[in-house]
């Protein structure tokens, strides 16, 4: 990585070549010099470094303040100059030239349109920007993986999100980020702003306060809900799994599968897996396996203890992934050993998807397992959620769905599945990659079709062909 160290330096003092010293000193390589100010007595200089890590990079900057006369003004990166001033921006779709423009666009012209809206709005579908617009609503509280750092941390998370929106799909996002973690506030904002947007995109929000909200939301609002965290992750993993189990020649119906991690990625995770009509579900967290007949705390693990683990196995992780043909992992780091691949059955199935670090390094696990998959990028099968969300949102506008639905969700995954070709597959390739332009309109149009099916669709939109 390369950073730009901004130096005021008194001339008196120090001179550049001992501050360019100093920086080597300290291994770093100065691949560029700019003046920024010079005067008799002053020079401003960027100089533009390459260093190892984030780490190097502070060392490198208190070795030079260390030098007499010497004051580091700002240390950046190509990361934080991409975010200067944010990554979005808002602009109209035409320009105001003259008075008629002004009098269309603004007053007096505009009261016809919000008149024609208070007598159906249902217009503001059309003659507002809801039709393609997306609420990226988040409080914070479970940000990847740096958890509960607050709204003004998170903002540049669902900043990227909203970009990500419009380059795949062509959808406007905005990131709503409050300063509020209160599940009942949190639902009446949401219910306040919803007018706005045609859409809501539920983002980094802690379980299991995430499932009231979303919940709720869904049952009191008329536009999609849609809790990325936990549906995202479950519709691309189902979609690898998908792919995988068709590379390994087995049968959804015939297999025992292991999800380790019941919040709400795996929860949601596991409602996919039923509904693809896997059978022999066993849910592990911090007490063992989840099995029915025992009262837990959190009353989703109630719920999933009856819903799963039919031959009610019970004890730790390396008890009952005896014989599992799929593990998916949504939990902790280095939880899985290599001793427990062995146990597994024939040709076994890996998403170990905890990030950054995943459940067992690929490196270990490759020897032992046949199909290997994490949510990181420099490993093949990424399981990432960018597969998911602009499809599934694109189609929901489309057709002016009022929710997604199961069916919705499970057509996108068997869509996302369907962008990689038969003469494709193979071990290292059961996902498309996020680059793949196809996978938003597959993507888009099966989930039209399941919306029409499930009559939550309030437009006639035509597939693309």
Same mark, same amino acid.
């Given at each position: 990585?390369?950073?730009?160290?901004?130096?005021?330096?008194?001339?008196?003092?120090?001179?550049?070549?001992? &501050?360019?010293?100093?920086?080597?000193?300290?291994?770093?390589?100065?691949?560029?010099?700019?003046?920024?100010?010079?005067?008799?007595?002053?020079?401003?200089?960027?100089?533009?470094?390459?260093?190892?890590?984030?780490?190097?990079?502070?060392?490198?900057?208190?070795?030079?303040?260390?030098?007499?006369?010497?004051?580091?003004?700002?240390?950046?990166?190509?990361?934080?100059? &991409?975010?200067?001033?944010?990554?979005?921006?808002?602009?109209?779709?035409?320009?105001?030239?003259?008075?008629?423009?002004?009098?269309?666009?603004?007053?007096?012209?505009?009261?016809? &349109?919000?008149?024609?809206?208070?007598?159906?709005?249902?217009?503001?579908?059309?003659?507002?920007?809801?039709?393609?617009?997306?609420?990226?609503?988040?409080?914070?509280?479970?940000?990847?993986?740096?958890?509960?750092?607050?709204?003004?941390?998170?903002?540049?998370?669902?900043?990227?999100?909203?970009?990500?929106?419009?380059?795949?799909?062509?959808?406007?996002?905005?990131?709503?980020?409050?300063?509020?973690?209160?599940?009942?506030?949190?639902?009446?904002?949401?219910?306040?702003?919803?007018?706005?947007?045609?859409?809501?995109?539920?983002?980094?929000?802690?379980?299991?306060?995430?499932?009231?909200?979303?919940?709720?939301?869904?049952?009191?609002?008329?536009?999609?809900?849609?809790?990325?965290?936990?549906?995202?992750?479950?519709?691309?993993?189902?979609?690898?799994?998908?792919?995988?189990?068709?590379? &390994?020649?087995?049968?959804?119906?015939?297999?025992?599968?292991?999800?380790?991690?019941?919040?709400?990625?795996?929860?949601?995770?596991?409602?996919?897996?039923?509904?693809?009509?896997?059978?022999?579900?066993?849910?592990?967290?911090?007490?063992?396996?989840?099995?029915?007949?025992?009262?837990?705390?959190?009353?989703?693990?109630?719920?999933?203890?009856?819903?799963?683990?039919?031959?009610?196995?019970?004890?730790?992780?390396?008890?009952?992934?005896?014989?599992?043909?799929?593990?998916?992992?949504?939990?902790?780091?280095?939880?899985?050993?290599?001793?427990?691949?062995?146990?597994?059955?024939?040709?076994?199935?890996?998403?170990?998807?905890?990030?950054?670090?995943?459940?067992?390094?690929?490196?270990?696990?490759?020897?032992?397992?046949?199909?290997?998959?994490?949510?990181?990028?420099?490993?093949?099968?990424?399981?990432?959620?960018?597969?998911?969300?602009?499809?599934?949102?694109?189609?929901?506008?489309?057709?002016?769905?009022?929710?997604?639905?199961?069916?919705?969700?499970?057509?996108?995954?068997?869509?996302?599945?369907?962008?990689?070709?038969?003469?494709?597959?193979?071990?290292?390739?059961?996902?498309?990659?996020?680059?793949?332009?196809?996978?938003?309109?597959?993507?888009?149009?099966?989930?039209?079709?399941?919306?029409?099916?499930?009559?939550?669709?309030?437009?006639?939109?035509?597939?693309?062909?």
């Amino acid at each position: 990585m390369s950073i730009i160290l901004r130096l005021e330096i008194e001339k008196g003092y120090t001179t550049f070549g001992e &501050v360019a010293t100093a920086i080597s000193d300290k291994g770093g390589d100065i691949v560029a010099i700019d003046v920024i100010k010079e005067s008799s007595d002053k020079t401003t200089r960027d100089i533009t470094v390459k260093v190892s890590s984030q780490e190097h990079s502070e060392d490198i900057a208190e070795r030079t303040e260390e030098l007499k006369g010497v004051k580091v003004v700002n240390v950046s990166d190509r990361t934080f100059l &991409v975010h200067l001033g944010g990554k979005i921006e808002t602009k109209p779709k035409m320009p105001i030239k003259n008075r008629d423009d002004l009098s269309r666009v603004y007053t007096p012209e505009v009261a016809r &349109v919000c008149k024609a809206i208070e007598k159906d709005p249902s217009r503001a579908h059309s003659l507002t920007i809801k039709r393609n617009t997306v609420a990226v609503l988040s409080d914070g509280s479970a940000v990847l993986g740096l958890g509960n750092i607050g709204a003004a941390a998170a903002m540049p998370v669902m900043e990227g999100k909203a970009m990500l929106f419009k380059q795949l799909a062509g959808i406007d996002a905005f990131p709503v980020c409050l300063d509020n973690q209160d599940t009942e506030d949190i639902i009446k904002i949401a219910k306040a702003i919803a007018p706005t947007y045609g859409g809501i995109n539920l983002e980094d929000i802690s379980s299991p306060r995430c499932f009231e909200i979303e919940d709720r939301l869904k049952e009191e609002l008329d536009i999609p809900v849609f809790h990325d965290d936990q549906h995202g992750t479950a519709v691309v993993m189902l979609a690898g799994l998908l792919n995988a189990l068709k590379l &390994v020649g087995k049968k959804e119906k015939d297999i025992k599968a292991v999800v380790v991690g019941i919040g709400a990625a795996g929860i949601a995770s596991t409602k996919m897996l039923l509904n693809a009509g896997i059978q022999n579900i066993i849910g592990v967290d911090r007490e063992g396996a989840l099995v029915k007949g025992k009262e837990y705390d959190n009353p989703m693990w109630n719920w999933y203890a009856e819903n799963t683990n039919p031959n009610e196995e019970t004890g730790e992780l390396s008890e009952v992934i005896k014989d599992a043909d799929v593990f998916i992992g949504v939990s902790a780091p280095n939880i899985l050993s290599v001793e427990d691949l062995k146990k597994m059955a024939e040709d076994p199935i890996v998403f170990a998807m905890a990030n950054p670090d995943p459940e067992i390094a690929p490196e270990k696990a490759w020897p032992h397992v046949r199909v290997m998959a994490t949510g990181r990028s420099d490993y093949p099968n990424q399981i990432n959620n960018v597969l998911c969300f602009p499809g599934i949102f694109r189609g929901a506008l489309d057709c002016r769905a009022t929710h997604i639905t199961e069916n919705m969700k499970l057509a996108a995954s068997v869509a996302i599945a369907s962008a990689v070709k038969e003469d494709e597959l193979n071990k290292d390739y059961i996902i498309p990659s996020v680059f793949n332009k196809q996978v938003v309109d597959h993507v888009r149009e099966a989930v039209i079709k399941a919306a029409k099916a499930d009559g939550v669709a309030r437009k006639d939109t035509k597939e693309r062909s």
